[in-house]
């Protein structure tokens, strides 16, 4: 743990001396909030703002003509934004295609490397990831005629909350050909032991990908070390790209050869693309996993963005964003545990992600009360407040106010006015 200290003037020394806290001033930060919500969709920075103008103003100029302007850059978008993102996941950027939303490429990469056999069919997931993975894999194991109560490989976290490494490995059966599951847990922030669970898989020869959609710009990557078989995941959370920004997958290059499940033009070698062949030339990287054309807008925030974490280093945004999500961990069991609130995520560095869950009996309407103050965040049932101070654009002085917003909340017991009906979105 890392030497904390209560009190006004210490948030103020921590800023002061914050290496990466001249990023803010990039990011649009609607005065009054604090933005706790990074986990969910990150905020807007003034360089993607820049980069979506860019590519606007290229359509304007050029119409058609935009595909071909500067050595094909839009063209060939995804390789661009691979070639940034690449660092970021500790890959190669040729194994790396920027394109589509995180559920399409579950559904192209499990597509890929599911390929049934009577012996050999059923693919591993768990009970507490973001329903979306188990939608899409359920689907395709339909989708092969077969029935996902038989085919899916079911691991129960044992108290809803965390997943225990041991207990996956001891469900990698003989008949488990595919396992999916997330680096970083959405709820409860933990992240797995992908070193020893990947290396595992690889020795009962399963196939393995991740979904690094809470891992992403919030700790350090390194599929090379790691050699899982595929990955996926989204870029509007921690990495900035703005609401449904373009997802990405990672293709480990040894599975270059394979084909898509998913074949669609755009995966078509680039220099025969445009001749419109009737049979399909597969581009051997993970460009070639492309579908469609390239939502070029979608994509050009990103650009921006990404710039970002070149400029930072995803390193030194981990260690501060441990320092200060430790800053916040340390307030709330120094003043707030008197009032019913505790921390819901794994201590231990190497096994929390970018966000603090708080824990809470009255979450729900604490919640709501904290959104009237200007603090934004989300609710996750039952009783948890996901607070994410993320690295490059929340303060010290963030989160040391966040915390007596929260003693006022329930010093006044304001929240007890607010009605327990859920929203539609919460
Ligand atoms: C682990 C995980 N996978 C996938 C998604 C979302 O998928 P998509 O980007 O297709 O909406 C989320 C969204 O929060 C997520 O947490």
Same mark, same amino acid.
């Given at each position: 743990? %890392? ?20 990023f ?10 604090? %933005? ?17 103008y860019?590519?606007l103003n ?19 978008? +995804? ?23 995180? &559920? ?6 499990? +597509? ?9 069919y ?29 085919a899916?490989?079911?691991?129960k976290?044992?108290d809803?909350k ?57 700790i ?23 609401p449904?920004? +373009? ?18 033009? %755009? ?25 469609? &054309? ?6 050009? &925030?990103?650009e921006? +963005? ?32 008197e ?56 303060? %010290? ?14 010093? &006044? ?14």
């Amino acid at each position: 743990m %890392y030497e904390y200290q209560d009190g006004p003037e210490f948030p103020k020394f921590l800023d002061n001396n914050d290496q990466l806290g001249h990023f803010r001033q990039r990011f649009y930060i609607k005065q009054g909030t604090i %933005y706790m919500c990074g986990n969910s969709l990150g905020l807007a920075c003034k360089d993607a703002e820049e980069t979506l103008y860019e590519v606007l103003n290229k359509w304007k100029d050029e119409g058609i003509k935009m595909w071909n302007v500067d050595q094909g850059k839009y063209f060939l978008y +995804s390789e661009f934004l691979a070639d940034i993102m690449a660092p970021l996941v500790g890959a190669d950027p040729d194994e790396i295609s920027i394109t589509g939303c995180t &559920t399409i490429n579950i559904h192209q990469t499990i +597509s890929t490397f599911y390929k049934p056999t009577a012996e050999k069919y059923k693919i591993l997931v768990d009970d507490i990831n973001f329903p979306t993975d188990r939608y899409a894999v359920d689907g395709q194991i339909r989708l092969k005629g077969l029935n996902p109560r038989d085919a899916v490989k079911l691991v129960k976290s044992r108290d809803g909350k965390f997943m225990s490494e041991d207990d996956i490995i001891e469900a990698m059966t003989e008949d488990v050909a595919i396992i999916l599951l997330p680096a970083v847990y959405y709820r409860s922030a933990q992240i797995l032991d992908m070193t020893k669970i990947t290396k595992a898989a690889k020795e009962r020869n399963i196939f393995i990908g991740w979904d690094f959609c809470h891992a992403i710009g919030a700790i350090e990557i390194d599929l090379k070390a790691l050699d899982a078989d595929f990955a996926i995941w989204c870029t509007y959370k921690y990495l900035n790209g703005g609401p449904g920004s +373009s997802a990405a997958l990672y293709i480990n290059r040894k599975h270059f050869k394979l084909l898509p499940g998913l074949t669609g033009w %755009y995966g078509n070698k680039p220099h025969t693309q445009f001749q419109l062949n009737q049979e399909f030339d597969h581009q051997q990287n993970a460009s070639g996993w492309q579908i469609g &054309t390239p939502t070029i807008f979608s994509m050009a &925030t990103l650009e921006g +963005s990404l710039r970002i974490f070149k400029e930072a280093g995803i390193s030194n945004i981990r260690k501060k964003s441990l320092h200060i999500t430790g800053y916040l961990m340390y307030l709330i069991e120094n003043r707030l545990s008197e009032y019913g609130f505790s921390v819901g995520n794994v201590k231990e560095d190497a096994k929390r992600g970018g966000h603090v869950c708080l824990e809470h009996d009255d979450a729900y309407r604490i919640s709501i009360a904290l959104k009237q103050r200007g603090v934004v965040q989300d609710f996750r049932e039952p009783n948890v407040i996901r607070l994410t101070p993320a690295a490059l654009y929340t303060t %010290y002085q963030d989160v040391y106010d966040l915390v007596n917003i929260l003693l006022d909340i329930v010093k &006044t017991e304001s929240h007890k006015k607010i009605s327990e009906k859920r929203n539609f979105v919460v």
